[in-house]
């Protein structure tokens, strides 16, 4: 075993290469040559631990997360604010979070993985911002929802980054923005609007 822990061995028959396990000749044979004896070698090649089709692969597995963060932020407004959303703007800011994942596979098939997530996570923020503007009046909550994207981009991007630490991350978040929520929401009468 090596000092970095790789330890592996192996078998191979004779019946897998072109040349005998033995032979007896003093002068060589025409057909055990150093070509033969080249084209028979084997050995392992280890992929990368992390390329940009896993990393895709892995940032569409926080694709609910990122849909309930977007859509608690906005049903938040809709009961704090009293700011009417339609189930169709739902819908299409839904459709431009999904987008992002198209995006950032197509693009990362060119482009190195982090600008590709760059330039992906830059065209669905400035996409939803600028749609987001439109039913939520503008100003601040046009530029939280703007901000929020940029934050969870970014720790999407940090989580993807982390092997070891990834899920961890994944449930500290969640607990954190279940907290955010329930804080956000503990004095909201539920039945008030039932009532009128």
């Not at 009417?84 to 060119?110: D, N, R, T, W």
């Not at 940029?150 to 991007?157: E, K, N, Q, R, T």
């Amino acid at each position: 075993m090596r000092p970095d822990g790789f330890d592996a061995s192996w078998r191979v028959s004779y019946y897998g290469r072109d040349y005998p396990q033995q032979w007896e000749s003093r002068g060589g044979n025409d057909r055990y040559t150093t070509k033969s004896v080249g084209e028979s070698r084997f050995g392992a090649q280890f992929l990368s631990v992390l390329d940009a089709y896993r990393y895709v692969e892995r940032s569409i597995k926080y694709g609910v997360l990122f849909l309930v963060l977007v859509f608690t932020t906005f049903f938040l407004f809709e009961v704090t604010a009293r700011q009417k959303i339609h189930p169709f703007q739902y819908l299409m800011v839904g459709a431009a979070l999904c987008l992002f994942y198209l995006l950032l596979l197509s693009i990362s098939e060119f482009i190195g993985f982090s600008w590709a997530y760059l330039a992906a996570a830059v065209a669905s923020i400035v996409l939803i911002t600028w749609y987001c503007r439109f039913f939520l009046g503008g100003g601040v909550r046009t530029m939280m929802i703007g901000a929020g994207l940029a934050g969870v981009y970014l720790f999407l991007y940090i989580t993807l980054r982390q092997q070891d630490y990834a899920l961890l991350m994944g449930a500290i978040a969640l607990f954190i923005v279940l907290a955010v929520v329930m804080y956000v929401t503990r004095k909201v009468d539920w039945y008030a609007r039932d009532a009128g």
